[in-house]
Structure formats: structure tokens, C-alpha cells
């Protein structure tokens, strides 16, 4: 069974383009999160959501809005992609705040 | 600022050939640290969490050891599935109501037959 799924996988657009990116969870946690993977595999958290509430908003351009419909899932939309968007995208679940968090598989964008 | 710093960047070991990751950090007051395993093209997989310095976990070949400024991951005789990217993060004072991790730039470990 899978813990933190994301879909889509793979994901390859043109520059201006509005995409989404999806998450859930079957963990039974409170608190979901996006992480940004650079080139050089560094991760840096994005948002983090606690009962679909926002709790963390890092310094990410308003281009990028994360939705949490429920507990269980967290979408990532991103509007007028730009070259510099092109990274993986990882989602990421805990208990709780501050908690061991469980990661997703990834999501790799390429814009052109 | 909360800083973390892995080292080495990267290592090459034979089977069998044990050896340590090590992970500084700098932190306003560390509430947790947390080792991390990333395969090729996956998302972190989660091995340990230590809290308090003298801390220490195990599992299989890894062993996680904690004190009060770096923790280290001792690989004891590795086997070439060991070999991923480990990377190693904090929960300090400062992040810890917002739950914000902070990652290091990770170790990338290569075992050879």
C-alpha cells in the first residue's frame, strides 16, 4: 500500500503554461507538506498544512498556491511556469507538527 | 540561522569496508534530528530520529549517534544496496512551531563489489 502518493509523476510543459500537481496520504496524519528539490538534490520546504490549515508559507512566489481539499490531501497549482520552476516536487505527511515526516515519490517538472 | 552541513560530499567504499557520515548542525535549540535514505529517482525514505545527545539507534548495518553538535551514521560492513544518498535534518527551537525541517545537502555513498 502506498503512503504518500503523487501524481503526476513526470510532468514536461512550455513556459506560461498553469499546472497541478497532486497529493494524498492514507497515513491518517494532520499535517501535509511541499518540498522543492533543486539540481543539487537540496530540499527546502514550500508549505506545510496542519487540518488543512496553512501553517508554513516560505518565501515561494504567489505563483505557486497549495490547496488542501481535506486532511488527506494537498495539491500544489502553479501558475505562468518559468524555466527556474523546472525541479522535483515532493510531497510529505506527519502525525502531527513537528513530527517525523513521510515523503512521496516525486514529482519531476521540466518546463521548456 | 539554523544551519546543518554534511560531510563528505560524497564516498566511495568497497563492500565489507565500514565507514561514518557525519552531520553538523548549528541550532537554536534542537528538538529533533532525523536521517533520511534517497534512492535514485525516490522520495526520502525515513530511518531515524534521535532527540538527545548520547542518543543512539540502529538498524541492520546503520546506526545513528547523536551529541550536542553533529550526529554521525556509521555503515557497518556495506553492501552495494547501500549505497543512496543520506540525508540528515533538523527540528530546531526556531522551527519548531512551524515545522519547518532543515535539510543538509546530503552525503551520496557508493558501494562497490
Known amino acids: 500500500d502506498t503512503a504518500v502518493s503523487q501524481t503526476p509523476k513526470y510532468l514536461v510543459t512550455q513556459m506560461g503554461n498553469d499546472k497541478s500537481i497532486k497529493c494524498e496520504q492514507n497515513?491518517?496524519?494532520?499535517?501535509m507538506y511541499w518540498y522543492k528539490q533543486d539540481s543539487k538534490k537540496f530540499l527546502k520546504i514550500m508549505f506545510s498544512?496542519?487540518?488543512?490549515?496553512?501553517?508554513i508559507n516560505e518565501t515561494v512566489p504567489n505563483r505557486f498556491s497549495p490547496k488542501s481539499p481535506d486532511k488527506a490531501h494537498l495539491n500544489l497549482h502553479i501558475n505562468s511556469l518559468e524555466l527556474g520552476d523546472s525541479a522535483v516536487y515532493f510531497c510529505?505527511?506527519?502525525?502531527?507538527?513537528?513530527?517525523?515526516?513521510?515523503f512521496g515519490p516525486g514529482t519531476r517538472l521540466l518546463v521548456l | 540561522e539554523d544551519q546543518v552541513t554534511q560531510s563528505p560530499e560524497a564516498l566511495r567504499l568497497q563492500e565489507g569496508e565500514s565507514s561514518s557520515l557525519n552531520c553538523s548542525y548549528t541550532?537554536?535549540?534542537?528538538?529533533?534530528l532525523f536521517w533520511y535514505r534517497q534512492d535514485p529517482g525516490k522520495g526520502p525514505e525515513f530511518l531515524f530520529t534521535?532527540?538527545?545527545a548520547g542518543e543512539e539507534k540502529e538498524k541492520e548495518r546503520l546506526k545513528a549517534t547523536l551529541t550536542k553538535k553533529e550526529s554521525f551514521l556509521h555503515i557497518t560492513a556495506p553492501k552495494p544496496e547501500d549505497s543512496a544518498t543520506y540525508l540528515c535534518?533538523?527540528?530546531?527551537?526556531?522551527?519548531?512551531?512551524?515545522?519547518?525541517?532543515?535539510f543538509g545537502t546530503g552525503t551520496r555513498l557508493q558501494v562497490f563489489p
Open positions: 510529505a505527511s506527519s502525525r502531527d507538527r513537528a513530527e517525523t515526516q513521510y
Open positions: 541550532v537554536s535549540g534542537l528538538r529533533g
Open positions: 497515513l491518517g496524519h494532520d499535517t
Open positions: 535534518a533538523v527540528h530546531s527551537d526556531r522551527s519548531y512551531n512551524t515545522d519547518k525541517l532543515i
Open positions: 498544512y496542519n487540518n488543512k490549515e496553512l501553517i
Open positions: 534521535l532527540y538527545s
